[in-house]
């Protein structure tokens, strides 16, 4: 049992990591909050935004047997996320950016909650975690119903997406001046157009 329990964490850890490489809202958001703050600051944001993978994969053992009546709903959800994208791409474009004195005094405290409503915002946590669990028990490689046992996936698929962020905060916070002697005040922009470019990416890839 604990060996069931302990390959059950590293496993979902594994596909969180690996399933979060994706860009999306948070990603995007840590490393706006590591430039805008400090590395603390987008840690806890991070920290935040992997939460909610702990309901959307509760969820999905749940109610793994509806997968196939959610192929098409999975599909417009790929499409709401680009929209979101879209949208923070662009406020982050028009947004003016501060100069690094100001970034030292803004407010600070509710990183932890801006990073869960990010999270819980990204329309494709639900639908993927189901597709995995599926498949993992279609193919017998999570075989076990014992609740210690899939409590400890559940935990693991937060686990493996708070690393991949503690990562991107680290990164970008040691490359934080590099970014500002590069970029100077047009970061933002920058940030911005890059996030719309994944956002028209991925429109394209799903249209074609």
């Known amino acids: 049992m604990l060996w069931a329990v302990f390959s059950s964490l590293l496993l979902a850890t594994a596909i969180s990591f690996a399933g979060s490489v994706q ?7 840590t490393i706006h909050t590591a430039l805008n703050k400090d590395k603390k600051a987008a840690i806890l944001f991070g920290f935040g935004g992997s939460l909610p993978e702990l309901i959307y994969c509760g969820l999905a053992f749940a109610s793994a047997n509806l ?16 929209g979101i994208l879209l949208v923070f791409g662009t406020y982050l474009f028009f947004l003016k950016s501060s100069s690094q004195e100001s970034k030292h005094g803004m407010k600070k405290g509710n990183e932890v909650w ?34 210690l046992v ?20 680290e990164f970008t916070t040691r490359k934080k001046e590099f970014i500002y002697m590069k970029l ?4 933002n922009k920058v940030l911005g157009s890059v996030i ?11 249209l074609f």
Do not use: R
């Open 150 to 169: 899939q409590s400890a996936f559940v935990v693991g698929s937060a686990f493996g997406a708070f690393l991949l962020q503690y990562l991107v905060a």
């Open 23 to 29: 860009l999306g809202p948070v990603n995007f958001g």
């Open 114 to 147: 801006v990073g869960a409503t990010f999270g819980l915002l990204n329309p494709q946590l639900y639908p993927f975690w189901l597709f995995v669990i599926t498949n993992l028990k279609t193919n017998e490689i999570l075989t076990s119903d014992h609740w």
């Open 67 to 82: 997968l196939n009546e959610l192929q098409g709903f999975q599909e417009a959800l790929k499409y709401l996320t680009i």
């Open 184 to 187: 100077t005040k047009s970061y």
């Open 196 to 206: 719309i470019a994944v956002a028209l990416v991925q429109l394209l890839i799903n």
